[in-house]
């Protein structure tokens, strides 16, 4: 199989790579994805609330749409949310036309009209009573797909591509990469004169192993390790009518870290990820299903040097640690319990003012399982938050472990997204240059846009 180019992964840097490629008429374009397309993709754990994110055992890693398919498809339409696009561009104008390109996509596939667009008065306001606690509030727009909706418009961004004369190679994996072809698990070779390498999450290890194999140069990047916390939603109400998703970013007393809110799900329901060998959370929010309850990760920036660089095995050393602790599913833990000293019990939580979204968490104590300086961050980022959010950090607050973050080890390139290799490209998360939909599409357009300039 000859083509002009070839795309690894369908996620949302691949399509929007396809979809900036087709706007100007390339032809001989094929996208290859380990998974399904958006309608096909089924994993039997969702209704239950879990996600199962090895991609050998589910569809919710991999497939048309990516990982994000089954996010709450919150679009963050900024450049500086999920990466910096500023890296990449000749400015920040370039940058924020890139997002823009994005949305458009999405809209024009069926995403909602409707834009969280936060009012300039309420937000001064915030950004007042956050700075008065030692914390930064980031003011974005945003677009909610939700989860429920999500699987719909990427089926319209694949049948708009089809309809372009995009080829899908679905349900085919890419052994590896060879001089002007890749080689598939079925013996096939697929030939190009272009390659883009967006694999996702689900890939980024297989791309790690590439680039080693022909030498291009990676680097090793931070992860996120926290937990996820679930409040009434009474209590989020005052901050999600100003932004659905809201940013706040901290820097914490003891240790000077980093630490973020991420991924806020208002009436929504915390969800079990289970990988090959531990488990993790993180969040849902449906267009039409609401709970009584917010939640949102609350994150610690861990960054290693010597003699530890690997920080995804560090995470994930910590994740298996807290799954056995969980006896194979997260820890849930009171607020108030955590600062006693003490592990919950159902007992105590049933008392408590939040009924958990996430039935199979098993009660205990987080503190024996995240690291001392990790806890003690989030300790005090609740405390702080709590200023400006009064009741986040109260005893009945739930905390769900672990929600952990990891990065791909980053590729570099030059700012087409170009590796050492010539017209061979990278982009999305898999490759470490983008964390999240918006700017992994984004990236994709910008190896795209490197591809039409070689084409001329």
């Avoid at 667009?117 to 509030?137: C, G, H, M, Q, T």
């Avoid at 072809?181 to 689900?202: H, M, Q, T, W």
Wanted: some cysteine; aromatic content about 6%.
């Amino acid at each position: 199989m000859d083509f002009q180019v070839v795309i690894v992964g369908a996620g949302p840097a691949g399509l929007a790579a396809a979809y900036e490629l087709t706007k100007k008429d390339v032809q001989g374009i094929a996208i290859i994805d380990l998974g399904k397309a958006a309608t096909e993709r089924n994993c039997p754990m969702i209704n239950s609330y879990k996600i199962c994110a090895h991609c050998e055992v589910c569809d919710v890693m991999c497939g048309v749409g990516g990982a994000g398919t089954y996010s709450s498809g919150l679009l963050n339409l900024s450049p500086f949310i999920g990466g910096d696009l500023t890296e990449f561009t000749r400015n920040e104008e370039e940058a924020w036309e890139l997002v823009n390109l994005v949305d458009q996509m999405f809209l024009e596939n069926g995403a909602p009209n409707n834009l969280f667009k936060p009012d300039k008065d309420k937000v001064e306001e915030l950004e007042r009573k956050a700075s008065s606690a030692d914390i930064k509030f980031i003011p974005i727009n945003q677009r909610l797909i939700g989860t429920d909706n999500a699987c719909r418009v990427i089926e319209g961004i694949h049948s708009r591509l089809e309809s372009r004369g995009v080829n899908f190679l679905l349900k085919t994996r890419v052994r590896e990469i060879g001089e002007g072809g890749l080689l598939l698990d079925n013996g096939e070779k697929v030939k190009f004169e272009y390659c883009i390498l967006a694999p996702g999450r689900s890939g980024m290890k297989w791309l790690e192993g590439q680039m080693n194999k022909m030498g291009i140069k990676t680097q090793y990047l931070p992860v996120d390790i926290g937990v996820r916390v679930e409040v009434p939603a009474s209590i989020m109400e005052p901050i999600c009518s100003i932004q659905r998703d809201p940013k706040f970013h901290i820097r914490t007393s003891t240790f000077d870290d980093f630490v973020r809110t991420f991924c806020v799900n208002h009436r929504g329901f915390v969800v079990m990820e289970v990988y090959e060998d531990h488990v993790g959370v993180n969040g849902y929010s449906f267009m039409e299903k609401k709970s009584d309850n917010t939640n949102f990760a609350l994150l610690v920036r861990v960054g290693l040097t010597e003699p530890l660089e690997d920080s995804t095995a560090y995470g994930r050393s910590i994740a298996t640690q807290i799954t056995i602790l969980g006896g194979g599913n997260p820890l849930l833990q009171r607020m108030g319990d955590l600062r006693r000293g003490r592990r919950s019990y159902w007992s105590r939580i049933e008392r408590g003012a939040v009924n958990p979204t996430l039935l199979s968490a098993n009660p205990g104590d987080v503190s024996i399982g995240i690291p001392y300086r990790i806890l003690t961050d989030i300790l005090e980022s609740l405390e702080k938050l709590d200023k400006v959010i009064p009741g986040v950090a109260g005893d009945s607050t739930l905390l769900y472990a672990p929600e952990i973050k990891y990065s791909a080890k980053k590729v570099l390139t030059d700012k087409n997204l170009e590796t050492g290799r010539p017209n061979l490209f990278v982009a999305g998360d898999g490759a470490g240059v983008s964390r999240g939909i918006v700017t992994a599409a984004a990236t994709g357009i910008i190896a795209a846009r490197g591809i039409l300039q070689k084409i001329g």
